[in-house]
């Protein structure tokens, strides 16, 4: 049975294997259609 301290040290690994592998926030630029955009408006 894997023990719970091996498993939260998997879980944090994994998700920061995850983060890195993401592009940097000022990489992730995008325009929404006015189409999509004005659904979300309340």
Same mark, same amino acid.
């Given at each position: 049975m894997i023990s719970?301290? %091996?498993?939260r040290r998997a879980a944090q690994e994994a998700g920061q294997t995850? %983060?890195?592998s993401l592009p %940097?926030?000022?990489?992730c630029q995008h325009t929404f259609p006015p189409a999509l955009s004005g659904k979300w408006r309340s």
């Open positions: 719970e301290e %091996a498993l995850l %983060a890195d %940097a926030p000022e990489e």
